[in-house]
């Protein structure tokens, strides 16, 4: 249950987020990211029982909504993106196994030669796509205009990230078929059990 009201969550934050910004209403981005944050925090606590560390977090973006909101309207999706890059970039060091990797190994308990430096190879892509991103979310946040750092970081990112996810099975599939592979709702269900920020 948990689980399920994150991913709508997620999906739900940016979309408010661009209909603010359509609407003529910017300064409701920085309430509705307090709001996602503190329900983000509810649900992690839920599923954690973390109480005092979600409070402070629900407090702290609570405290940044009213003393700094263009930081707490601008900085998400830099910061979002960028722990993705380090996340996945780190993998790839030579003592660490990459997450794409990772993903593979729940699906092959022998994972072949070939698929694991495709992995590999494919962690570097996601790694390159999530660092793209931040620095296009920092750029249109510091020169760009509100409509066009809105559409970029709520729509069009989330568009790149679907295409990606998708294209990349497709083509995966095709490329290597005589291998099984998970559907994309496994796919989904891998990244979400693989506890990317807990990996050491």
């Known amino acids: 249950m948990a689980a399920r009201a994150g991913v709508l969550l997620a999906c739900a934050w940016p979309l408010s987020l661009h209909c603010a910004v359509l609407l003529d209403a910017p300064q409701w981005g920085p309430r509705l990211t307090a709001i996602a944050i503190v329900l983000a925090a509810a649900l992690w606590a839920a599923a954690t029982r973390r109480l005092l560390p979600a409070m ?5 973006a609570a405290v940044i909504a009213l003393a700094a909101p263009a930081t707490l309207l601008y900085a998400p999706p830099v910061l979002i993106n960028l722990a993705l890059a380090i996340v996945f970039g780190s993998s790839l060091r030579a003592s660490r196994e990459a997450v794409i990797t990772t993903f593979a190994r ?31 979310a920092l750029a249109l946040a510091l020169g760009g205009s509100l409509a066009t750092w809105s559409t970029f970081t709520n729509v069009v990112s989330y568009l790149l990230v679907a295409a990606l996810f998708a294209g990349e099975h497709a083509y995966r599939r095709w490329r290597f078929r005589q291998y099984r592979h998970a559907t994309l709702l496994e796919l989904v269900r891998n990244v979400r059990n693989a506890g990317l920020f807990t990996r050491r």
């Open 106 to 136: 729940m699906e092959h308990a022998e994972l072949p030669p070939e698929l694991a430096l495709y992995t590999r190879r494919l962690t570097l892509l996601w790694t390159a796509l999530f660092a793209v991103m931040a620095a296009v």
């Open 56 to 60: 402070v977090i629900s407090l702290v």
